[in-house]
């Protein structure tokens, strides 16, 4: 069955510092994947997606991720982390067998300053 | 992208009773999605609803508890029937994008005590 797992619940870094969130996921087929992000009290916002080519994907407000077949992961990074980012964060991969997203569990990420 | 709208953001209010949140779209959509987010925790899909159609309920959710109409391509509505505190959660709109990346509404806050 598909699943995505998002290992880390709570991350803190400083602001400044980078940032690596984890994901890694289980589908038969080349995956749709997708990172998404909440901010309090809003909806989820897409930061970025990979569907097919460049393994390594720019999105909005300076985040990548890659995509690493070999390791079933699709991993979120960020060079340096600013407060506004301080967010719960969403991995999820696209099922074309059942038509709909599955989502991890989530990464809550607070930002020292 | 599609814009959403969800009406109410948040609403407080008493067991037993039935709540309906409103999701309005601003370009037409085939299909829209209904998510629950319990605190704390990841998101999970109640139903997709077509219009012109029944709506599809995931495991778990059954129409009785979670009516949803879809009476045109723009709007969608779910009802929260005969509500417990159980209940109290971020319930969640959602359109398909051109490339199965999904866009959500800011969600619908709802605390039942």
């Known amino acids: 069955a598909q699943s995505v797992t998002q290992p880390d619940i709570h991350i803190t870094v400083s602001e400044g510092a980078s940032l690596e969130l984890r994901c890694n996921y289980s589908y038969g087929a080349t995956p749709y994947l997708f990172w998404y992000v909440q901010s309090p009290g809003q909806g989820l916002q897409l930061l970025l997606k990979?569907?097919?080519?460049?393994?390594l994907v720019q999105g909005i407000k300076g985040f990548e991720a890659e995509f690493k077949r070999s390791q079933s992961s699709f991993n979120l990074r960020k060079p340096s982390v600013h407060w506004s980012d301080a967010a719960e964060y969403f991995c999820a991969v696209f099922s074309g067998g059942y038509n709909k997203l599955i989502f991890g569990a989530g990464t809550r990420l607070a930002v020292h300053p | 992208s599609a814009v959403i709208s969800q009406k109410p953001s948040r609403d407080i209010c008493q067991r037993g009773t039935s709540l309906t949140i409103q999701c309005q779209v601003d370009s037409q959509v085939t299909m829209m999605f209904w998510y629950r987010q319990q605190p704390g925790q990841s998101l999970t899909l109640i139903a997709t609803a077509n219009q012109g159609s029944e709506a599809t309920y995931e495991s778990g959710f059954v129409i009785d508890k979670f009516p949803i109409s879809r009476p045109n391509l723009t709007f969608s509505t779910l009802t929260v029937s005969n509500m417990s505190p159980e209940d109290s959660s971020i319930y969640l709109c959602?359109?398909?994008?051109?490339?199965?990346?999904?866009?959500f509404g800011q969600g619908t806050r709802l605390t039942v005590v």
């Open positions: 959602s359109v398909d994008g051109l490339n199965t990346e999904a866009f």
């Open positions: 990979y569907f097919s080519g460049d393994t």
